[in-house]
């Protein structure tokens, strides 16, 4: 496979979850500055702005939430915002139309023509309902009715990094905001995950084990271990697992990452979320660049849709 062609599918898999996971901590957030009439609504919304890795805003106006909207949901020229991602998931598609299904380059054409309609008809609640609609349909698409070849690997490569590294930051949403912040009932139910939860752990309930449903379940999708875990199996099938040559492979970094979760105490995470999920943040950033190096050549787009940090 071209090897930009193998990076826009990877590309595609990570601005189509980012979306998604986007409009999940978005729509937790608002919906506890609603509900929470002692909140303060400027420091909660510069929290979020911080977690999700936005320019910080100037010291001194209050940041209000249709700020965050704007700058985290409707601004088409961010790529870390939900409107960006999704014309940036288009345009990589499109350069890489000519492996991908004509059922998922559809949906993904289909999304960004009806974007703007969604953003000026909807409400912010049906608007994210949309964005997670259409990310599951993609997602749909990918798991259906793509052979398991290096183009799905590439696709769920990058879908799996940037799942945990946004798991992460919305459990880290959590942890920055303290007692005011959404709890873990509302975190998992903006994952999807609450039903499960309470099966797995035969509705008993408690922080703790929510917390740990979240970082280390090894059989929900959305968990960070499991997505940690899908990433790396992607990387050996790309025969990522043979190089022993290179320390820092990108298998390795997220194996380091993972067992630093997986094998200490639930209780030792919690005692210092915020600093755990900004080294998981930062694993995935590091997973990233050595794949881009490994597979991907640099500076031969100018105009290249990936990465902008």
């Keep these: 496979m071209l090897s930009r062609i193998a990076e826009s599918l990877f590309w595609v898999g990570r601005y189509v979850e980012r979306a998604d996971d986007t409009s999940r901590i978005l729509d937790t957030h608002l919906q506890l500055l609603l509900e ?64 991908i299904s004509t059922e998922l380059w559809e949906c993904l054409n ?9 953003i000026a ?3 912010t609640p049906e608007f994210f309902a949309w964005v997670r609609e ?21 696709l769920v490569l990058g879908r799996s990094i940037e799942r945990a590294d946004m798991t992460a930051r919305l459990v880290a949403t959590r942890a920055v905001a303290g007692s005011s912040g959404p709890s873990w009932t509302t975190l998992l ?71 630093g979760l997986e094998f200490r105490p639930v209780g030792q995470l919690l005692e210092n979320l915020p600093a755990e999920m900004e080294e998981v943040q930062r694993g995935c950033s590091s997973a990233s660049d050595a794949v881009r190096v490994r597979y991907f050549p640099t500076g031969l787009h100018d105009d290249w849709v990936g990465e902008r940090l």
């Design 36 to 99: 929470d009439p002692w909140v303060s609504e400027d420091l909660a919304c510069r929290s979020l702005l911080a977690v999700m890795g936005a320019s910080p805003p100037p010291v001194g106006p209050a940041v209000t939430p249709s700020h965050v909207m704007q700058t985290l949901a409707y601004n088409r020229l961010n790529a870390q915002s939900i409107a960006g991602a999704l014309d940036a998931a288009r345009e990589n598609a499109r350069r890489a139309r000519e492996t």
């Design 189 to 259: 139910r903006s994952c999807g995950a609450y039903e499960a939860f309470l099966r797995a752990y035969r509705g008993n309930a408690s922080d703790a084990l929510a917390a740990e449903f979240l970082l280390l379940d090894p059989l929900f999708p959305r968990s960070v271990v499991y997505a940690l875990r899908q990433a790396e199996q992607c990387l050996v099938t790309l025969g990522e697992g043979n190089d022993r040559a290179s320390s820092e492979s990108a298998v390795r970094i997220l194996g380091r990452v993972r067992s």
């Design 121 to 123: 008809n909807r409400t």
């Design 134 to 154: 259409r990310a599951a349909v993609a997602a749909g698409i990918t798991d259906s009715a793509t052979s398991r070849d290096q183009i799905w690997t590439f």
């Design 110 to 118: 289909t999304t960004r023509n009806d974007l703007p309609s969604a």
